[in-house]
């Protein structure tokens, strides 16, 4: 069964450094999606993405975020500077056409920031 | 805006009880609905979704829910539980719009299955 997948599954940084997350979302999907949650916390919308540009994103995703789909499978947020409040597990998520709306997570990437 | 409400921050049970997780929400515009749940150390799995039609959606593993707009809840049921379904349990909403497809998560259930 077709699934979304992460890299790494655990990354730790500096703050200060800029770190780049990696998704493959599952393959004939359109939408791509990060979501994030930090320890005890609710899972919380960043951002989404269709047609290569950013459908919606959250007051949350500021300059310091961005995504890009830089080939066919891959999808990536990368925060540019990081701080000690971006600790948090991060999800990638993907939906297929128009009239799907079932959202498919990956199992996630921790981020610790020292 | 939207936002969800999960009442019960744990729900502990015996096994083959049944059990109900309680999920409202709040919007001023008509919603889809999700249930997922997330095993340890594992991402998020659907378990049942609410788009349209009845207002009893069924899904995988034995649970079901329920859409109930005038009291604007979508509780989450199973009439037998296994120590297998222990796990925290999310309910989340999302607008019809296909561009606005952001889901608002609740701040998770966790059910606790006991021998």
């Known amino acids: 069964e077709p699934e979304v997948t992460q890299t790494p599954s655990h990354q730790v940084t500096q703050m200060g450094q800029e770190v780049i997350l990696r998704c493959v979302p599952i393959?004939?999907?359109?939408?791509f999606y990060w979501y994030r949650q930090i320890l005890g916390q609710k899972v919380e919308f960043l951002v989404s993405?269709?047609?290569?540009?950013?459908?919606?994103k959250s007051e949350i995703f500021d300059d310091q975020f961005s995504v890009e789909r830089p080939d066919g499978s891959n999808f990536t947020l990368k925060i540019r500077s990081t701080k000690l409040e971006d600790s948090a597990m991060y999800f990638c998520?993907?939906?297929?056409?128009?009239?799907?709306?079932?959202?498919?997570f990956g199992p996630g990437t921790r981020l610790t920031v020292t | 805006a939207q936002s969800v409400t999960q009442l019960d921050s744990q729900v502990p049970v015996f096994e083959e009880a049944p059990v109900e997780l309680r999920c409202n929400y709040s919007?001023?515009?008509?919603?889809?609905l999700f249930w997922y749940v997330q095993y340890p150390n594992q991402g998020l799995q659907l378990l049942l979704k609410?788009?349209?039609?009845?207002?009893l959606v069924k899904g995988i593993n034995g649970f079901e829910a329920e859409f109930n707009k005038s009291q604007t809840s979508f509780h989450l049921r199973k009439p037998s539980v296994h120590i297998s379904d222990t796990a925290e349990y999310f309910c989340?909403?999302?607008?019809?719009?296909?561009?606005?497809?952001?889901?608002?998560f609740g701040s998770g259930t966790r059910l606790q299955v006991q021998p």
């Open positions: 609410y788009l349209s039609g009845s207002t």
């Open positions: 998520a993907s939906s297929g056409g128009t009239g799907s709306y079932e959202q498919y």
């Open positions: 993405f269709y047609n290569n540009e950013i459908s919606e």
């Open positions: 989340a909403v999302s607008d019809p719009n296909p561009g606005r497809r952001a889901l608002t």
């Open positions: 393959s004939n999907h359109l939408y």
């Open positions: 919007s001023s515009v008509s919603v889809y």
